[in-house]
């Protein structure tokens, strides 16, 4: 059995879920979210618990169980809380500026670079090197993050460049160091 998918999804008193054969809608104070699923899993809502159950030991049925149940409880950390990830720009001259709704980043490059927020996502900009991108749906808040850190990922040998915030970057040995040994 599915550790992860056996494990009770608790549903906050603000938080509403509808699931109809296939679907599932989680309504919040935060928005709404729906999820398409198998409809071989079954999902119950009782007692302000979701749990998800698989009819059988099959592989396929395995592998959905705890993808199933984790789906849903990100829909419901979502309409909730929300999801947030932060980047920060390393280097001289590396900043960031608040455009409307996007943002244009200067990294080096002989022209600025803009973005625009994917639907449902705020770019918020702290300082001149910080970016925090926020939404109620974690795979679209990774995946603009994703976007922007594209662009300049961090130098393997300088450190220079666009990482998440927290994100250790081990620096290689220049050429320098080599003949030295």
Same mark, same amino acid.
């Given at each position: 059995?599915? !550790? ?32 398409s ?18 009819? #059988?030991?099959? $592989? ?8 199933? !149940? ?17 980047? /920060?720009?390393?280097? *001289?001259? +590396?900043? *960031?500026?608040?455009?409307?709704? =996007? ?9 600025? *670079?803009?973005?625009?927020?994917? #639907? =449902?996502?705020?770019?918020?900009v /702290? ?6 991108? #926020? =939404?109620? /749906? ?18 393997? +040998?300088?450190?220079?460049?666009? !990482? +998440?915030s927290?994100? !250790? ?6 050429? #320098?160091a080599? $003949?030295?040994?």
């Amino acid at each position: 059995m599915s !550790r992860i998918g056996r494990q009770p999804i608790p549903i906050p008193a603000d938080v509403q879920i509808e699931i109809v054969e296939g679907q599932v809608a989680v309504i919040g104070p935060r928005g709404s979210l729906t999820q398409s699923v198998n409809p071989d899993l079954s999902i119950d809502n009782n007692d302000g618990q979701v749990t998800v159950s698989r009819p #059988s030991e099959a $592989r396929e049925h395995r592998a959905l169980h705890g993808l199933t !149940r984790t789906l849903i409880a990100n829909m419901v950390t979502g309409v909730t809380q929300g999801f947030q990830k932060t980047l /920060e720009l390393v280097g *001289v001259g +590396y900043r *960031v500026q608040q455009n409307g709704d =996007g943002i244009t980043l200067q990294l080096g490059f002989s022209h600025p *670079v803009e973005f625009q927020p994917l #639907s =449902g996502i705020n770019l918020e900009v /702290e300082g001149n090197n910080r970016i925090h991108v #926020s =939404g109620i /749906e974690k795979q679209v808040v990774g995946e603009m993050a994703a976007r922007i850190r594209r662009v300049r990922p961090p130098n393997r +040998y300088s450190g220079k460049g666009v !990482r +998440y915030s927290g994100e !250790r970057v081990i620096l290689k040995p220049g050429k #320098s160091a080599a $003949r030295k040994g």
